[in-house]
């Protein structure tokens, strides 16, 4: 499975993320999978993560799983101008955007919120998540 997004489908963050990169990718390449749905959780599995402490989310591309910043500047190609200028965090050593990176993580649902359930995908946007 290749170009997903494997992402924490409660998070409010994570979801408005998810809407972040539908709006501003150039083409409409990337598919997007909650890790509480089985596909989701089977890949989180696969690639030696628990689906019950995510604590990043995930892109799948060109084989490849990145995670953390990593996954943000690799998103960064994807992303339509001046967006793909998010790539530039590359310059900072990874230690430092990691470490910022799990900052904003660990307060995820602290500093913006969960939903009760997964987030539902608009009925123009369905054929995009994929579940199974």
């Known amino acids: 499975m290749d170009n997903v997004v494997i992402f924490d489908g409660v998070c409010k963050l994570c979801a408005h993320s998810v809407r972040f990169i539908l709006n501003h990718e150039s083409e ?4 997007f999978t909650p890790l509480q749905c089985p596909l989701g959780a089977r890949l989180m599995r696969e690639l030696g993560f628990n689906p019950v402490d995510a ?3 995930i ?25 793909k200028l998010l790539g530039a965090i590359k310059i900072i ?22 939903f ?7 009925p123009e946007l369905k054929a995009r998540f994929v579940e199974e």
Request: hydrophobic share 40%; with cysteine.
């Open 28 to 31: 409409p390449t990337l598919r």
């Open 55 to 57: 604590k990043t989310f």
């Open 116 to 122: 009760d359930t997964c987030m539902v995908p608009p």
């Open 59 to 83: 892109l799948i591309s060109d084989g490849r799983p990145y995670v953390k910043s990593d996954a943000v500047i690799r998103l960064a190609r994807y992303f339509r101008q001046p967006w």
């Open 93 to 114: 050593p990874r230690a430092i955007r990691n470490w910022a990176y799990d900052a904003v993580a660990r307060n995820r649902y602290r500093w913006f919120g969960q």
